[in-house]
């Protein structure tokens, strides 16, 4: 399993677009992508699961990624975060 | 006539034939099923055909709307295939032995309440997306005809707010208007009808109703109000403000891009006065060169406590970022007087006007000025900001301001935030007393900008909201335009420029005047920038 922490810096949070966007890029990965935050779990291939996290603009998010392409996702996932959020 | 008020999107006129937007609801009955694999299937094949569904609109959103707008029909596509979402039908058809349509209903009703209890408006509205995409799959799994209407005539639609595939479906070349019962200054049909151009009310609540239906009415998208059925009256005078508009559109059109100048070539900034960040659309439809006043007080009167840090900086931000390198003068809190916020708990005064407010609470209640500050400074990087302070009367007050500033700056500069350091910072001159030592404040800011409606009140000593005293009133009164001058010529004096923000700046059987005096910037409502630029170019100086 791998994982990296990463601070939203995005005015609005994950709000809609962007959930939408992770769900797309994690479900490229066999591997099961989890997000953690403020004592909260979601998996980031279901949309309504993440927005239910309410994650906002500050928070730090651990991303965990956990299977068979578990490296190729975390580095695709850390350009996702830092370009999009 | 009936009269209905709420608020308005868009700033237009139009009349019409009202025509309430009919939504086939799927009435969901729930009974008993044997085979529960088959009713799973049933939904599987249901859902697919919503997705095929929304990946046209998306399609169709894409050309009308533009990506950004569109975006909603893809996500509308993950949540229909969100686990979670399939699941919980998926396991209530298993489990209590129903029909997909009842699963479908009762799953959307607990998704669209996870969303409403978040304490976060944005996700609040968000429920309505969970509605729409459910109802949708209802409609396959019951054969209904999808909800679009064919519109013969041009017609004002009203509904209790539309959801996103009603308004991408809508014949747009049908609509006059918009007025919804709900929804808010971010709902689609918001967006929808910024877009279009057209008027649109919001929040009318229950006074707009299903008897409305093929009613006559009349939209004034300046007042927010709804006249159902007008008399002759009303009627009349709406059509006066219809032509108006129009009109305003063409000077627009004539003098969109113009320069304001004078015939002999003076030159003159025209910018706007705003009083929300929503109101920037205004600002540069009615092409104002800049942003000469912006009231920060919306913040703290639209709040139940004091505004964050952040929620200011991203107000000031999205206005400086919007203007795109136009001049943006924020003023600092204005609180106090007639405007009042519960939470500062300020006392009763006997004497308002002349009292606890403005710069006075800045300067005596340094948190609340400090965090505004920040915000300020951060947002200046963003953008061309300007900082202006009310209600000052000494140079001590400005020297005083200006250590606080100093103070914040070291601040942010110790936690490494990103911020401007070379700020202009103006004062208002609206007391009689900053214009007699205008010469020293001069010396001290980087401008002055003239608050013409409580100068004329501190000067000629008349309360302008007692109407008993409006024989005395002279709104052009000597004693007010020499203070002006006065202000003007120490300022230029030190190299300073110098505008007018208060109602006089629009006045335009003073613009001759003020040129004369060589007033830098006139600050009007977004609304008066085109006739004072009008006025501007037929004076000649020479």
């Known amino acids: 399993?791998?994982?990296?922490?990463?601070?939203?810096?995005?005015?609005?949070?994950?709000?809609?677009?962007?959930?939408?966007?992770?769900?797309?890029?994690?479900?490229?990965?066999?591997?099961?992508?989890?997000?953690?935050?403020?004592?909260?779990?979601?998996?980031?291939?279901?949309?309504?699961g993440i927005m239910g996290m309410a994650i906002k603009k500050g928070d730090e998010v651990t991303v965990e990624v956990d299977g068979a392409d578990e490296g190729e996702a975390i580095a695709a996932l850390e350009q996702f975060f830092k370009a999009n959020l | 006539m009936t009269v209905l008020e709420g608020k308005s999107v868009f700033n237009d006129v139009c009349m019409g034939t009202i025509s309430f937007y009919k939504r086939k609801e799927s009435v969901i009955k729930r009974y008993k099923i044997e085979d529960t694999e088959a009713e799973i299937g049933r939904f599987e094949e249901a859902r697919d055909e919503a997705k095929n569904q929304l990946k046209e609109l998306y399609e169709k959103a894409l050309e009308d709307v533009g990506e950004a707008n569109a975006a909603i029909f893809e996500i509308h596509q993950l949540m229909l295939e969100d686990l979670d979402y399939c699941e919980s039908i998926?396991?209530?058809?298993?489990?209590?032995?129903?029909?997909?349509?009842?699963?479908?209903?009762?799953?959307?009703?607990?998704?669209?309440?996870?969303?409403?209890?978040?304490?976060?408006?944005?996700?609040?509205?968000?429920?309505?997306?969970?509605?729409?995409?459910?109802?949708?799959v209802l409609k396959v799994l019951t054969n209904a005809e999808d909800g679009v209407q064919v519109l013969e005539e041009k017609v004002i639609i009203a509904a209790d707010d539309l959801v996103p595939s009603e308004t991408i479906q809508l014949d747009k070349e049908k609509v006059?208007?918009?007025?919804?019962?709900?929804?808010?200054?971010?709902?689609?049909?918001?967006?929808?009808?910024?877009?279009?151009?057209?008027?649109?009310?919001?929040?009318?609540?229950?006074?707009?109703?299903?008897?409305?239906d093929g009613k006559f009415a009349i939209v004034d998208g300046f007042a927010g109000k709804v006249y159902i059925e007008p008399d002759e009256a009303t009627m009349a005078a709406m059509q006066k403000k219809q032509k108006e508009a129009l009109e305003r559109k063409e000077l627009l059109q004539q003098l969109k891009d113009k320069e304001d100048i004078t015939l002999d070539g003076t030159k003159i900034k025209i910018f706007a006065n705003i009083g929300n960040s929503a109101d920037v659309g205004n600002v540069l439809k009615n092409d104002a060169r800049g942003i000469g006043l912006f009231r920060s007080e919306f913040l703290y009167l639209e709040n139940s406590d004091y505004p964050t840090e952040e929620q200011q900086f991203i107000a000031y931000k999205t206005v400086a970022e919007n203007m795109a390198g136009k001049k943006v003068i924020i003023r600092t809190l204005d609180i106090g007087a007639d405007k009042q916020v519960d939470y500062f708990n300020?006392?009763?005064?006997?004497?308002?006007?002349?009292?606890?407010?403005?710069?006075?609470?800045?300067?005596?209640?340094?948190?609340?000025?400090?965090?505004?500050?920040?915000?300020?400074?951060?947002?200046?990087?963003?953008?061309?900001?300007?900082?202006?302070?009310p209600m000052i009367i000494s140079v001590e007050e400005v020297l005083k301001v200006k250590e606080i500033i100093k103070e914040v700056l070291d601040e942010l500069r110790q936690e490494k935030i990103p911020f401007k350091e070379d700020v202009e910072i103006g004062i208002m001159i609206e007391t009689p007393a900053s214009v007699m030592v205008s010469d020293e404040l001069a010396k001290e800011v980087d401008f002055f900008s003239v608050g013409t409606n409580d100068l004329t009140q501190y000067t000629l000593a008349i309360d302008r909201q007692n109407q008993k005293l409006e024989p005395f009133y002279n709104a052009h009164h000597k004693a007010v335009l020499r203070m002006i001058k006065m202000a003007a010529d120490n300022a230029h004096a030190e190299g300073k420029w110098i505008g007018i923000c208060g109602e006089l700046g629009a006045d335009t059987t003073l613009t001759e005047e003020f040129l004369k005096m060589g007033i830098d910037e006139l600050s009007v409502s977004p609304s008066m920038v085109l006739e004072v630029r009008k006025r501007v170019r037929e004076i000649n100086l020479r």
């Open chain 2, 90 to 136: 998926e396991n209530i058809i298993t489990a209590q032995k129903v029909n997909a349509e009842y699963a479908v209903g009762a799953t959307a009703d607990n998704f669209s309440a996870m969303f409403r209890a978040m304490d976060d408006a944005y996700m609040q509205g968000r429920a309505a997306d969970v509605k729409d995409v459910s109802e949708r």
């Open chain 2, 176 to 212: 006059l208007g918009f007025i919804m019962q709900h929804g808010s200054a971010n709902s689609h049909t918001a967006i929808l009808a910024r877009s279009m151009g057209i008027p649109a009310i919001i929040g009318l609540g229950d006074s707009l109703s299903e008897s409305m």
């Open chain 1, 1 to 48: 399993m791998k994982n990296f922490k990463y601070v939203i810096k995005d005015e609005l949070g994950i709000h809609a677009r962007p959930a939408g966007l992770l769900v797309k890029e994690a479900g490229k990965f066999q591997s099961a992508v989890n997000l953690k935050s403020n004592g909260k779990s979601g998996d980031a291939k279901r949309i309504f």
């Open chain 2, 346 to 389: 300020l006392d009763k005064e006997e004497n308002p006007a002349l009292g606890y407010r403005a710069i006075r609470i800045c300067l005596t209640r340094q948190d609340i000025f400090k965090t505004q500050l920040r915000a300020l400074y951060r947002a200046a990087a963003f953008g061309n900001i300007s900082i202006m302070f």
